[in-house]
T-cell receptor, first 115, second 114 residues
Framework: AQSVAQPEDQVNVAEGNPLTVKCTYS??????LFWYVQYPNRGLQFLLK??????LVKGSYGFEAEFNKSQTSFHLKKPSALVSDSALYFC?????????????FGKGTRLSVIA | NAGVTQTPKFQVLKTGQSMTLQCAQD?????MSWYRQDPGMGLRLIHY?????ITDQGEVPNGYNVSRSTTEDFPLRLLSAAPSQTSVYFC????WGQGNYGYTFGSGTRLTVV
């Protein structure tokens, strides 16, 4: 079975500081990994994905994530946080070996960037 | 604009009433799904479809029915609404056939059952 964990419900960071939102996963095969962001009263928006290739993935709005197979992690990072980055972030995984199965989402991490 | 369209955006139901949440996409995506979002629970999969005429249950299917008669539409039916179904519902689609496993989400339907 595939699963994903976001160990922090809430992350607080000062504007201008680097931010990290953590994600770990469990799959039997190789993973497809995704990050989505949800602003208040909106649907989820795609940020970035890892399918194959370079372990460092760059996405929208200056975000990036590093795939670490040995630690089964896919942490979301940004060098300098903005107040406008405050939102709910979801990590998602799909097992390449599982055929046509849906993405499994984490419970979400609320990021608060303080001016 | 291309994307996933959900209607209505807001709905209040009385316990026992029925209704259909509509979802339509114009991207010719073969995969569509319904999630509900509750505080502290993240996104939980209700039903999904890998193509017209094919549907399957997700993590929390009880109390919900779906059908997929066309590629474009994937309605979610609540047969007898219960307060436990108060939630925000999201529809999502994906183009698995082209190797794109990411989802495009609708803007959601906020449902309150009283």
């Amino acid at each position: 079975a595939q699963s994903v964990a976001q160990p922090e419900d809430q992350v607080n960071v000062a504007e201008g500081n680097p931010l990290t939102v953590k994600c770990t996963y469990s799959v039997s095969g190789n993973p497809y990994l995704f990050w989505y962001v949800q602003y208040p009263n909106r649907g989820l928006q795609f940020l970035l994905k890892y399918i194959t290739g370079d372990n460092l993935v760059k996405g929208s709005y200056g975000f990036e994530a590093e795939f670490n197979k040995s630690q089964t992690s896919f942490h979301l990072k940004k060098p300098s946080a903005l107040v406008s980055d405050s939102a709910l972030y979801f990590c998602a995984v799909r097992d390449m070996a599982a055929g046509n199965t849906p993405l499994v989402f984490g419970k979400g991490t609320r990021l608060s960037v303080i001016a | 604009n291309a994307g996933v369209t959900q209607t209505p955006k807001f709905q209040v139901l009385k316990t026992g009433q029925s209704m259909t949440l509509q979802c339509a996409q114009d991207m010719n995506h073969e995969y569509m799904s319904w999630y509900r979002q509750d505080p502290g629970m993240g996104l939980r999969l209700i039903h999904y479809s890998v193509g017209a005429g094919i549907t399957d249950q997700g993590e929390v299917p009880n109390g919900y029915n779906v059908s997929r008669s066309t590629t474009e539409d994937f309605p979610l039916r609540l047969l007898s609404a219960a307060p436990s179904q108060t939630s925000v519902y999201f529809c999502a689609s994906s183009d698995w056939g082209q190797g794109n496993y990411g989802y495009t989400f609708g803007s959601g339907t906020r449902l309150t059952v009283v």
